[in-house]
């Protein structure tokens, strides 16, 4: 069974400040995926990654397959940011696609 | 607009009342999926359905049912509730690709209370 750890579970930063937060996982995966969750409650998706980096605006997602470690990067950080940011991992192997879920990362990004 | 819907959005009912949460994507995915999300625990998996007609657990399957007998609908079935499925429930849909899925589009939620 894959286990997905993420770290910092909480995190306060300033307005401005370059946030990083990371993920891990136990098992081989075919994809890890960044997700938004705003204080509303609402999900989107942010990344999905199988292999080295992804851009966009502000945010920069990496993986590093053979350390099963995968990053999430904001720079310039702003209160808008703020947010809960969860990675979830889906298995390598063909056919069906469980997606294992960290816990989250809360983040609150102060003017 | 291309869209996940969830009905309803929040529920109020009593232990053993059947209920049905539907699910509807208008994106003619192949993937769709159920979450629960509990305080401390995160989101978790509980079925998910790589097509029409295929099913499969994920990780909290007990004590729920799902169906897919068309590509846009995906209903999350609770037989007999119980107030350990109090919960806030997601459904979510995505493209497939090979040896997976794509990024996944989640519904607004819904929040069940089980007495």
């Known amino acids: 069974k894959n286990e997905v750890e993420q770290s910092p579970q909480n995190l306060t930063a300033q307005e401005g400040e370059f946030i990083t937060i990371n993920c891990s996982y136990s098992v081989g995966i075919s994809a890890l995926h960044w997700l938004q969750q705003h204080p509303g409650g609402g999900i989107v998706s942010l990344f999905m990654?199988?292999?080295g980096k992804k851009k966009h605006g502000r945010l920069i997602a990496t993986i590093n397959i053979q350390e099963k470690h995968s990053s999430l990067h904001i720079t310039a950080s702003h209160p808008r940011d703020s947010a809960v940011y969860i990675c979830a991992a889906s298995l390598s192997g063909g056919g069906a696609d469980g997606l294992t879920f960290g816990k989250g990362t809360h983040l609150i990004i102060q003017p | 607009e291309a869209q996940v819907t969830q009905n309803p959005r929040y529920l109020i009912t009593v232990t053993g009342k059947k209920l049905t949460v539907t699910c509807s994507q208008n994106?003619?995915?192949?993937?769709m999926s159920w979450y629960r999300q509990d305080p401390g625990l995160g989101l978790r998996q509980i079925y998910y359905?790589?097509?029409?007609?295929?099913?499969d657990k994920g990780d909290v399957p007990e004590g729920y049912k799902v169906s897919r007998k068309e590509k846009r609908n995906f209903p999350l079935i609770l037989e007999s509730p119980s107030p350990n499925q109090t919960s806030l429930y997601f459904c979510?849909?995505?493209?497939?690709?090979?040896?997976?899925?794509?990024?996944?589009?989640f519904g607004p939620g819904t929040r069940l209370t089980v007495l």
């Open positions: 994106m003619n995915h192949e993937y």
């Open positions: 979510a849909s995505s493209r497939t690709r090979a040896g997976g899925i794509n990024e996944q589009f």
């Open positions: 359905s790589m097509n029409v007609e295929v099913t």
């Open positions: 990654l199988s292999s």
